[in-house]
Structures are given as C-alpha cells and as structure tokens.
C-alpha cells in the first residue's frame, strides 16, 4: 500500500464509483480540477452527475479500463475518443490477465516497438470490492498505486480543520446538519456525507472555507485511520458482524478514533460512549446528566421538536428543528456544541438548524396520495428502527395530513443475513409502534446465503412479538399487497439499506389515482 494520497494531478481510478461514499470522494476530486476516472456496473443520476462534471466512467469492471492511461514518449496524449474506445472495448469483452501484463511491460519500456511511459491513475477500491475483481487484479499487475476509499477521505480530512462524525446510528443527519449549519453560517465547508442532501444536491460539496465536515463510517475498521481536528461518536453498538466479532472490537475501533482526534465531542446518554471513550466535550438529552450541552422544556410535535438548549449551565435559548424524535434532537445537540467550538454564536446555530430539512432516507416524506402518506427511511439495525417507528408515531398523531386515526404500516427489507441473524431478536421486538408489519426476504449485500436464516423466520418472530405481521417474500408481492391494503390516514414507512424504496413510486401511482377527479 502507497503512503500517501498524490493531490498534485496523477490521475484517480474509482472502482465502483457510483457507490455513495466512493462518489461522494470522486465528486470532492473532480471539483478540485483532478482528473477523475472509473468503472460501474449501471448508470445512475449519481454517476451522471460525475459525468457532467468531466469524470470518465466504463460501464463494466473490466482490465481493459486501464487502456487509457498510457501516453508515448514524445509526450503525445491518447485521442479524445479513448475514453469511449476503451468503454466500447469494456463492453465487447474481457481483457485476460497475460494481455494486461503485456501493456504493463509496455508501460514499462519492456515492450517493442514505439515505447510507451506510466501515466498509471491511483486505484481507489472500497470493501465492497472482491480481491478476485478483475478489475482490481488488474491494477495490481500494472503495478498501479491501490487505496481504500478510507484512504483518500483521511488525507482530505488532513487537508482542511475537519469535523469527523462518527457512531453507528445518526452519523449522516449529524453530518449533513452540521455541514448544513456551517454553509448558513457563511464559512463555506467541504461535505462529504453518506447519504443525499437536497441543500447541495448530492453526498458532497465542495466549499473554499477552511472547514471539511466528513462521515466517518465503522463498518470495516477503517474509521482508525481518521485524524480530525474535531470528532464525534454520537452512539457505538455492534451493527456490523459481518467485520466485527465482538462489541468489545467496534469499542476499540472507537477508542483509536477518538484518541486520534484533536477534540472529541460525544453523547453521554451513550453509556460506552461516556465510560470508555471520555469525550472532551459531551451533549445529553438529561440536564442532570452534567453533559456540557443540554435540552430541557422538549416538546416533540408531529411537524418539529422544540427545546430549550443549555451550555454549561446557561440558557443558550431555544432552538426548534423539522427533524422528528429524541434521536434527531440529540444530533442536533451535536451540532450545537461544533457550532460553539468554531466561535458560532447560538442566534445563527439555532436558524441554521430550524432550516434544516434533513438527508434523503432519513424519514423522507417521499409523497402523499389518497390520504396516505409515503416516508422513506434507512434504518436497518434494530435501534434505528425503533426510534424511527416512534418518530413515524409521533407524525402519524396530531398531523394535519392525517387528521383521522390511522395506523403507522411498517413495510421492513432487512439487510445482509449476518446481521439479521445476530439481531435477530432484537429485530422481533423493534416493532411496538407499527400497527402493521410488511416484511420481505433479506436482502443480501453481497454476502452468500449459509441458509442459516430466512425472511419468514424474521416476520414469525416479530408475529410472536404481537404484531400484526403480512410476508411477502418478492419485492413485487410487497408491491401487491401494498397496492391493495393501504387504506386512507396510513403512514407507510418503508425501512431499510437495501432495494426496498424502489417500489414506492410504483405503490404511489396506484393511490394517486384517487387523487384524480373523475
């Protein structure tokens, strides 16, 4: 592994760029003028988006990508249409290895005829990339300088005074909030988030103030390479068995973070967070709780949450966000306490905060037809689904939208089978707030099915639990029932990593046709 990222113009190569934190990195480069290459499987508006901006994306995973990146002796650039002959060269079939260890002979002076010099990109490759990836075993027989995604968010974050949130619930509101709250403020910051923003209109924007506001993912244990001037864990739960075999190993990979940031600021109502991590500067929903930053006289409305915050002991004022639940009004306890360090006063913190309409698939209002209201959410550990199903509670009750009593229909894909199995109770026990259940089969997030579980095993236990429960096992049976079942006054909360919300326009169709006058 390369020791250092090359900002300086080398070339960059995303393997899986359009995924969302690969994309968001790719976006940050090609803004500031590098060039920017790299290969996917599909299109997407993400991917298109790249594109406009000048990015060079191969429709396939292929050694023939890197055909491009040469240029000969004399100094002559390969022709503006290698990009496309190289993508049409991808498409027409697969480049064997002896072939890719030929151009790397040539790239290497060691081929005859007209010699040819390096202009080998850097290879960015997330988790999600298999060593077996052709794509990937062919960047390594260029010998071509191969990161992490991780890899290039730490050297940016060494780039600017960066914020780092970090924690296995809440991270990208708590980002997307702060980055947010900064732009209101005037100080122009780099954001680079897990999830869509409709304030800037993706996962990243490019700032020209001295400020980068990153999310800082646990998942694979990369989150130890992160050094930020300021940090913070907003929880620490084991979410990701698939890496981590303990709890006591995700702690450690926390407690790394922590001590590699400048200043740590951390929820205290967390018990691991305030006994094993020691933030410098801690927030709490609990005034007794002697955290730094607290709220009191709460009121959690079915449109908003109102508090009166308190630094130190002293009223602040009072604060009002459109984020629902306890959850999001200790993320915006988060961001209160940033904002303090940077020398915010709070009159701007709390306007900044009021304006905040939130990330996408964080409780998006998705649309409202026939009385039914559509929310989209990206819960996937038991936790988040709890908290989301209060907030999807406390909306449903007292909203204008739904005046009538109606009931709150949870519509549940869970996601990746080792967290469905090493949760599995927990997950059974996630639904007290959802007067209906709709679950499906797992979806799998590359990973192999051991036939240790199954999506029926998952909607029988949380029958068991009470519930009212209906298994589909197809997204187009989810799709049916939906069409057929929802009724006027629901909230339909559809939860979940995977591909479940890409039904929900075609179940929206159907109920906006009784919108329609005859």
Same mark, same amino acid.
């Given at each position: 592994?390369?020791?250092?990222?090359?900002?300086?113009?080398?070339?960059?190569?995303?393997?899986? +760029?359009?995924?969302?934190?690969?994309? @968001?990195?790719?976006?940050?480069?090609? =803004?500031?003028?590098?060039? !920017?290459?790299?290969?996917?499987?599909? &299109?997407?508006?993400?991917?298109?988006?790249?594109?406009?901006?000048?990015?060079?994306?191969?429709?396939?995973?292929?050694?023939?990508?890197?055909?491009?990146?040469?240029?000969?002796?004399?100094?002559?650039?390969?022709?503006?249409?290698?990009? #496309?002959?190289?993508? &049409? &060269?991808?498409?027409?079939?697969?480049?064997?290895?002896?072939?890719?260890?030929?151009?790397?002979?040539?790239?290497?002076?060691?081929?005859?005829?007209?010699?040819?010099?390096?202009?080998?990109?850097?290879?960015?490759?997330?988790?999600?990339?298999?060593?077996?990836?052709?794509?990937?075993?062919?960047?390594? *027989?260029?010998?071509?300088?191969?990161?992490?995604?991780?890899?290039?968010?730490?050297?940016? +974050?060494?780039?600017?005074?960066?914020?780092?949130?970090?924690?296995?619930?809440?991270?990208?509101?708590?980002?997307?909030?702060?980055?947010?709250?900064?732009? @209101?403020?005037?100080?122009?910051?780099?954001?680079?988030?897990?999830?869509?923003?409709?304030?800037?209109?993706?996962? @990243?924007?490019?700032?020209?103030?001295?400020?980068? !506001?990153?999310?800082?993912?646990?998942?694979?244990?990369?989150?130890?390479? $992160?050094?930020?001037?300021?940090? +913070?864990?907003?929880?620490? #739960?084991?979410?990701?068995?698939?890496?981590?075999?303990? $709890?006591?190993?995700?702690?450690?990979?926390?407690? !790394?973070?922590?001590?590699?940031?400048?200043?740590?600021?951390?929820?205290? *109502?967390?018990?691991?967070?305030?006994?094993?991590?020691?933030?410098? !500067?801690?927030?709490?929903?609990?005034?007794? &709780?002697?955290?730094?930053?607290?709220?009191?006289?709460?009121?959690?409305?079915?449109?908003?949450?109102?508090?009166?915050?308190?630094?130190?002991?002293?009223? $602040?004022?009072?604060?009002?966000? =459109?984020?629902?639940?306890?959850?999001?009004?200790?993320?915006?306890?988060?961001?209160?306490?940033?904002?303090?360090?940077?020398?915010?006063?709070?009159?701007?913190?709390?306007?900044?905060?009021?304006?905040?309409?939130?990330?996408?698939?964080?409780?998006?209002?998705?649309?409202?037809?026939?009385?039914?209201?559509?929310?989209?959410?990206?819960?996937?550990?038991?936790?988040?689904? /709890?908290?989301?199903?209060?907030?999807? /509670?406390?909306?449903?009750?007292?909203?204008? #939208?739904?005046?009538?009593?109606? /009931?709150?229909?949870?519509?549940?894909?869970?996601?990746?089978?080792?967290?469905?199995?090493?949760?599995?109770?927990?997950?059974? %026990?996630?639904?007290?707030?959802?007067?209906?259940?709709?679950?499906?089969?797992?979806?799998?997030?590359?990973?192999?099915?051991?036939?240790?579980?199954?999506?029926?095993?998952?909607?029988?236990?949380?029958?068991?639990?009470?519930?009212?429960?209906?298994?589909?096992?197809?997204? #187009?049976?989810?799709?049916?029932?939906?069409?057929?079942?929802?009724?006027?006054?629901?909230?339909? $909360?559809?939860?979940?990593?995977?591909?479940?919300? %890409? +039904?929900?326009?075609?179940?929206?169709?159907?109920?906006?046709?009784?919108?329609?006058?005859?």
């Amino acid at each position: 592994m390369p020791s250092s990222v090359d900002f300086s113009g080398r070339p960059f190569h995303f393997i899986g +760029i359009g995924g969302i934190g690969m994309s @968001a990195l790719a976006y940050i480069l090609a =803004k500031r003028k590098l060039p !920017v290459y790299g290969s996917d499987i599909k &299109s997407s508006h993400i991917t298109e988006r790249l594109q406009g901006m000048g990015a060079h994306i191969f429709w396939r995973q292929d050694a023939s990508n890197f055909e491009i990146f040469q240029t000969t002796v004399n100094g002559t650039s390969p022709d503006r249409g290698a990009p #496309e002959k190289a993508a &049409s &060269s991808a498409v027409a079939g697969t480049v064997g290895t002896s072939v890719v260890r030929a151009a790397a002979m040539k790239l290497n002076g060691n081929g005859s005829g007209t010699q040819a010099v390096a202009r080998l990109p850097q290879v960015v490759c997330s988790t999600a990339i298999h060593p077996a990836n052709a794509e990937y075993r062919a960047a390594l *027989d260029l010998g071509c300088p191969i990161f992490h995604r991780s890899d290039v968010l730490a050297a940016l +974050i060494q780039d600017y005074q960066s914020v780092a949130v970090a924690g296995t619930h809440g991270k990208t509101t708590t980002s997307s909030l702060i980055g947010f709250m900064l732009m @209101a403020a005037g100080l122009d910051p780099t954001i680079v988030v897990g999830g869509e923003v409709n304030a800037w209109e993706g996962n @990243a924007r490019m700032g020209f103030g001295p400020y980068l !506001v990153a999310e800082a993912d646990e998942s694979d244990g990369s989150l130890v390479k $992160l050094v930020a001037k300021i940090g +913070i864990v907003t929880n620490v #739960e084991l979410d990701h068995p698939d890496h981590y075999d303990t $709890l006591d190993q995700v702690i450690d990979t926390f407690k !790394v973070f922590a001590e590699n940031c400048e200043i740590l600021v951390g929820c205290i *109502d967390d018990e691991i967070v305030k006994d094993c991590l020691a933030p410098n !500067v801690s927030y709490s929903l609990h005034p007794e &709780s002697g955290a730094d930053y607290t709220a009191s006289g709460v009121e959690y409305g079915a449109q908003s949450t109102k508090a009166g915050i308190w630094e130190r002991g002293t009223l $602040l004022g009072e604060m009002e966000l =459109k984020l629902l639940g306890k959850h999001n009004l200790s993320n915006a306890l988060a961001a209160v306490a940033v904002g303090r360090l940077l020398g915010l006063e709070f009159s701007a913190i709390a306007k900044a905060i009021a304006g905040f309409e939130g990330a996408r698939r964080r409780f998006e209002v998705r649309g409202f037809h026939n009385e039914i209201l559509f929310v989209d959410d990206y819960a996937h550990h038991p936790s988040e689904i /709890r908290v989301t199903l209060a907030a999807a /509670r406390l909306r449903l009750e007292g909203s204008k #939208e739904n005046p009538q009593s109606g /009931r709150v229909v949870a519509i549940f894909q869970p996601h990746r089978y080792s967290r469905t199995l090493t949760f599995l109770p927990e997950f059974a %026990q996630s639904f007290g707030d959802a007067d209906l259940v709709v679950t499906c089969d797992i979806y799998s997030a590359g990973e192999p099915n051991l036939g240790e579980i199954t999506g029926q095993q998952v909607a029988d236990l949380i029958a068991k639990e009470g519930r009212d429960v209906e298994f589909c096992p197809s997204l #187009e049976s989810v799709t049916k029932f939906l069409t057929e079942n929802l009724q006027p006054g629901d909230l339909a $909360l559809f939860l979940g990593a995977g591909n479940l919300n %890409q +039904i929900i326009p075609e179940v929206m169709a159907v109920y906006q046709q009784a919108d329609r006058p005859d």
